[in-house]
């Protein structure tokens, strides 16, 4: 079991940045796979980005350039650092974590992103 806690998310004008973190309750050195999703209104969670645990990343298109991930296996944590924030990044953001590729999902409770001005 994995417990993860996300923090950072708010409200921030277009251009804006924000960087969200996430905690989780075991050591990160053990998990393959950790990253963010999120969810708009009325549309499917999103993967946003991953980051394996020797580093390799991976992002949705429309965030490349603008978002980084980021992972501390000591401190347990992953980080999104999200810079030029538009309206269409509004979304509830999940932290998500799996000890393998075809393994269980972990999921945090999420934490609200609003971009407007």
């Known amino acids: 079991q994995v417990q993860l806690v996300e923090s950072g998310g708010g409200l921030v004008q277009p251009g804006g940045s924000l960087r969200l973190s996430c905690a989780a309750s075991?050591?990160?050195?053990?998990?393959?796979?950790m990253g963010w999703y999120r969810q708009a209104p009325g549309k499917q969670r999103e993967l946003v980005a991953t980051?394996?645990?020797?580093?390799?990343?991976n992002y949705e298109d429309s965030v490349k350039g603008r978002f980084t991930v980021s992972r501390d296996n000591v401190e347990n944590t992953v980080t999104l650092q999200m810079n030029s924030l538009k309206p269409e990044d509004t979304a509830i953001y999940y932290c998500?974590?799996?000890?393998?590729?075809?393994?269980?999902?972990?999921w945090g409770h999420g934490t609200q992103v609003t971009v407007a001005s």
């Open positions: 075991v050591s990160t050195f053990r998990i393959y796979l």
């Open positions: 998500n974590a799996r000890y393998s590729i075809a393994g269980v999902n972990y």
């Open positions: 980051i394996t645990v020797t580093g390799s990343t």
